[in-house]
């Protein structure tokens, strides 16, 4: 059965090309049947009355952590008030206490935030695996995706140089690489959905080059070409000079060397890199997921978006874990994203991406990052991942001649009035239909106070 959303104020069909006014929008299974002015509703088809909505494309996240969601609003934990070292020491120890059930329940927690903010598509990086929580992890976060109806990539993360080499992470979270890889592979033989309206994917995403040897990365590129899977790593976090010591390049040249770059693969963050670095990402098509909200609050160099828009390097957005931001709320990077680059676009060779050009990045610059062609735009035969906004309030007054640019520049306070993923309603009237939030919040809290009070 298909949903027709009914005179629709705006249906934004990507963040740069057409918006149709005064038009419906047919659903039929997982796809989209039309849109159109005036659409015959097939027989069992739900009429929903769009009168005053915008119907935007599903946003597409494509960097966070969810564990991190049972570790915030700590002031403990400022970045502003501790040496980088120091609170490292103090959150992986913390991160470290997690159990199976904390992993399920903070992925419920942040998907739920997420899918409230139009969010339809969550790629997470989990690259905590402690030893005591054993290998099921990811299982359990399908689980949760499922529960919510979110269409879900998993980054199978991890971590495998111990400290008494020069990494950050604590023994208790190291695997080898063949345990890693191992791993990897199993999630892909058992969750990976190769097709078009794929709910569930699997990326293979050691942590970060800093953190492992040269073999996990060498191992990974073998590993996702061989099954056709994309990859990711955070570069440019400020350890590229760490990499030259090691290895005698920098973090960009040092993943060209091991083919840990491409098409089929994306890096978060990169705030350190150099304008020759950009090109060389931008010849290969490697993409970025840049998190804005992290910028703001470890203080560290504001991302060159401008550059990177400039030379080609294919763009998407985070909103990374909540050890670095407490919310997750993609919606909300799409605004802050655009505001970080306006305050420093006097310093700037090139000039800030157009407002659009930020949903842009959450939408179709996501899709193209996860590599999928079926999600990102809305158009017939493409996946129904939407979500509405009821722009009949004083909130929007004055906005509405623009809707690709109104997320950006105005920012999109509310959850949404409705959020769609495969054509399934998972969010509607301010609730999740068929479950109760209530009880899902009870139950995350429970384990969450029982675990790490
Ligand atoms: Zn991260």
Known sequence: MGVLFRNCAAIVTSARGEVLRDADLLTEGPAIAGIGPGLPAPPGTEVIDATG???????VNTHHHFFQTFVRNRVELDWTRMAVIEWLDTIYP????????????SSLTAMAELIKHGC?????HQYNFPRHAGKRIVDRQFQAAELLGMRFHAGRGGNTLPKSEGSTIPDEMLET???FIADCERAIDTFHQPGPFAMRQVAVAPCQPVNCYLDTFTESVRLARDKGVILHTHVGEGEAEVIRARHGVRTVEYLERVGFCGPDTFYAHCWELTRNELARMAATGTGVSHCPEPVYLVGAEVTDIPAM???GVPLSLGCDGSASNDNSNLMHCIHSGYMLQCLVAGTRADPVPLPAAFLEMATEGGARALGRSDIGRLAPGMAADLF??????????????????LPAKLGVGSPTDLTMINGRIVWAKGEFPGLDEAQMFAEAEAVLTATLS
Do not use: K, N
């Open 94 to 105: 913390i991160f470290a206490r997690l159990t199976e059930e904390c992993f399920y329940h």
């Open 120 to 124: 339809t598509t969550a790629f997470d």
């Open 177 to 179: 690489t063949d345990e």
């Open 53 to 59: 909505w915008f119907l935007y494309p599903g946003l």
């Open 388 to 405: 509405a906004i009821d722009t009949r309030r004083m909130d929007y007054v004055g906005t509405r001649h623009d809707p690709q640019s």
């Open 309 to 311: 828009a400039a030379l």
